[in-house]
Structures are given as structure tokens and as C-alpha cells.
């Protein structure tokens, strides 16, 4: 599947100036008709919310879709601000979620803004993190939405899978979206406190990253674009513009991709301008890197450049399975112009075997473009130079 945003840069600039502008403190109640429309006894095919310019939609209750084949959309004028839901109570978790059993939900041309400086450090009911946007129905999707100032996760897709495309996520405490059997494309995430994607079993393609991982929650260093749990597997990252903006807080840093798991595919990802390495691994059971996108013949070919600790790190961490870490291949990789070295294979402790590095282009990398330690077994190299 390959969707082409031309004016995502565009919509990009358009949420930047409405955020700027704030929200009156003016708040419209949510109509009755809306929350009788996404309600059991509900018959209209689209739920709408008509459009408020600078005053949101206060969110008091809990939203709870519980019927199936439903659209929930807004109908703004001038952008999707015009429709903003804003979290205005802490008594519930989500402010919109879809009831069990529930099937094909479609969400559109909404503004979700959750009110991190409301919530200021309240721990919501039951435990865990807030969200804003609990969407576990089967088969749903997430189309032309924006996310703001989440407290917690700005969306989680439940074990059911998700489709999003042409949303924007902003400023949030912790990720963007906590996804499983999902797929991401064409949207824009800046400034969340941790990783922007927490990732597995999904397809996240043509996105653009943007400083985050900014707030080192949990005093650690970490990717700010894509995670990956050691629990995860059967991840695609391909075709993403990530730019770490050279974040740092004392000892912790942000890098770009952080791999655990197995299965995963790494493919073709601009990544750059990190204070951590590009794409880091450890525990990872057949690793793909590749510098093409083989679902996508025609779209360019990024570098993994300025990245102040390498291009790629391959490597193992003391305790099991991090310390495992077998059949990483990277192909056909243009890694180019990092401190440290392009691509880096370790094995500091435990076990990194069966690695195949080979066609890559490691130009001007310092000290140089290609290191694998000799701790690392079965190695097989070929072809990689700076042409």
C-alpha cells in the first residue's frame, strides 16, 4: 500500500499556527444527538460534531461507541481544529473508546487535545497511563485526526489492529501510539516524551519524526521514533523521515530506531541529526536492514546520516534474551557521515551470531565506515565501500 501526502508539510504548518493561537476558555458541551448517535440505539451511518472555532468540545464523560459500522467525524470549516474534543475530567481513563464486540469504526477530521496541564500528574482511574483514544474495535481506522497535549498515550489500538493515515501527533507525556496489528502511514509526529511509536506486529511507513523521545521519562536513553519490546515481533519500518534534533539530557541521549524482538524490517528510513546512534538492536532474532524498500521500487533513497554514535548498532546487553542476538542482516545501506562508525557489530555479552553485512555504501564516517568486533560468529561481508 503506498499513499502519497503531498500536503502533509502543509497540514503540518496549519495545526503549528492553531496550537499557537490557544483555546478560549469558552468550552461547548457535547451535544446529546452525538452521544445518542454513537450509542446502542443509534441509526445514522456518520456521527458529526459541527465545527467550533477556538472553543472545544469539553469532554466530561466518557465516550463510548457501541455499535459497529459507525463513522465519528467532524465537520470543520477552516482546519480540524475547528473540532477539537478537549479532556475536561479525570475521573475516566480514555476519552473515547469503543465497547467489547465492537466492529468497524471510523474516526475522521478530528482534534484531540488532552489537556496534559489539566490532568498536571494525576494518576488515572485503575492504574497504568491516560489515553485519549482507546480504538480496540476490529478493522477500524483513524483518518485526518490530530492529537495534542496528551498526558499519556495519545492513541492505543488494543490487540484488534488499527488502520491510521493523514494524522498529526503532537506534544504528548508518553507515546504517540501503543500499536499492535496496525497500520501507520503518512502522518507527522513531533515533541512526545518517550518513543513516538511503541510497535508490534505493524506496518509504519511513510511518517515523518520529529524531536522526540524529549522529556526522558524514566531517566533513560531511547528511539524517539519507533520501539520495539523484546516481546515484539513481525514489525515493518519503512520509508519514515526521522530527525532526532540533537536531543540530550546529561548522560541520556535519543537515538532514532530502537530494535528488540524478532522478525523485524527495517527498510529505507531517512534517519539523522541524533546524539544516539541511527538504528540501535540487542536481543533482535532475524534483524532485516535494508537501504531499499522493496514494497515500494519507486520511492527515494534515504541515508542514515549525523547520528553523533554511529549509523548502526548491532550488539548484546547483559541479561537474557537482550543478550542474544542472532541473524541481523543489513543490505544495501547508505550510512553516511556519523561520529562513530556507519555500521558497528558487538558482542559485549552473551552471544551476536550469524551476521551478513553487505552493499553498503559508508562514506565519511569517523573513524570509519564499518566495525564488527571479533567476539561476533559467522560473519559474511562483501561489497561495502564508499564509491
Known amino acids: 500500500m503506498k499513499i502519497i501526502c503531498a500536503g502533509l508539510n502543509f497540514l503540518h504548518f496549519l495545526v503549528i499556527i492553531f496550537t499557537s493561537l490557544g483555546m478560549s476558555a469558552v468550552a461547548r458541551e457535547i451535544p446529546q444527538s452525538f452521544i445518542d448517535c454513537i450509542g446502542p440505539n443509534g441509526s445514522a451511518w456518520t456521527c458529526t460534531l459541527d465545527p467550533s472555532p477556538g472553543d472545544p468540545y469539553a469532554v466530561r464523560q466518557m465516550l463510548v461507541i457501541q455499535r459497529s459500522n ?3 467525524q467532524g465537520l470543520w470549516v477552516t482546519s480540524r481544529g475547528d473540532v477539537t474534543l478537549q479532556r475536561a475530567s479525570t475521573a475516566f481513563k480514555p476519552m473515547l473508546t469503543v465497547a467489547p464486540g465492537i466492529c468497524c469504526v471510523t474516526i475522521a477530521e478530528l482534534t484531540f ?32 485526526a490530530d492529537f495534542r497535549n496528551a498526558p499519556g498515550f495519545a492513541l492505543t489500538t488494543g490487540s484488534s489492529g488499527c488502520q491510521v493515515n493523514l494524522s498529526n501527533f503532537y506534544y504528548g507525556k508518553e507515546s504517540a501510539i501503543y500499536a499492535v496489528r ?3 502511514y503518512n502522518s507527522w509526529f513531533e515533541g512526545f516524551g518517550v ?15 520529529r524531536s522526540n523521545h524529549a522529556l526522558f521519562n524514566y531517566n533513560t536513553s531511547g528511539g524517539q521514533a519507533v520501539f520495539m519490546e523484546r516481546t515484539s515481533s513481525n514489525v515493518t519500518v519503512a520509508t519514515n523521515q526521522i530527525d532526532g534534533g540533537y536531543i540530550a539530557n546529561g548522560q541520556w541521549w535519543t537515538g532514532g530506531i530502537e530494535v528488540y524482538g524478532a522478525n523485524h524490517r ?9 546524539v544516539g546512534p541511527g538504528i ?5 532474532t532475524d534483524l532485516d536492514i535494508r537501504g531499499y524498500d522493496s514494497a515500494c521500487p519507486t520511492c527515494p533513497t534515504y541515508d542514515i546520516t549525523n547520528n553523533q554514535r554511529g549509523g548502526i548498532n548491532v550488539s548484546t ?11 541481523t542482516s543489513i543490505d544495501g545501506v547508505r550510512a553516511r557521515s556519523n561520529l562513530n562508525y556507519g555500521i558497528h557489530i558487538s558482542n559485549d555479552y552473551g552471544t ?3 551476521v551478513t553485512v553487505t552493499n553498503n555504501n559508508l562514506c565519511t564516517n569517523n573513524p570509519s565506515g564499518l566495525r564488527i568486533e571479533p567476539q561476533v560468529t559467522n560473519v559474511a561481508q562483501g561489497n561495502n565501500s564508499c564509491p
Not at 487535545?113 to 477500524?140: E, H, M, R, T, Y
Open 266 to 274: 527495517i527498510w529505507n528510513n531517512e534517519v539523522k541529526n541524533h
Open 280 to 284: 540501535y538492536a540487542s536481543g533482535t
Open 195 to 209: 518513543g513516538a511509536i511503541n510497535a508490534d506486529q505493524s506496518t509504519i511507513r511513510y511518517n515523518t519524526f
Open 317 to 327: 546487553l547483559a541479561g537474557f534474551p537482550f543478550n542474544q542476538t542472532r541473524r
Open 182 to 184: 496496525s497500520e501507520i
Open 352 to 354: 551476536n551470531d550469524t
Open 70 to 72: 459507525v463513522r465519528i
Open 113 to 144: 487535545d488532552g489537556n496534559k496541564n489539566f490532568v498536571n500528574g494525576q494518576q488515572p482511574p485503575g492504574g497504568g497511563l491516560w489515553i485519549d483514544v482507546d480504538l480496540g474495535a476490529l478493522s477500524s481506522s483513524l483518518i485526518n
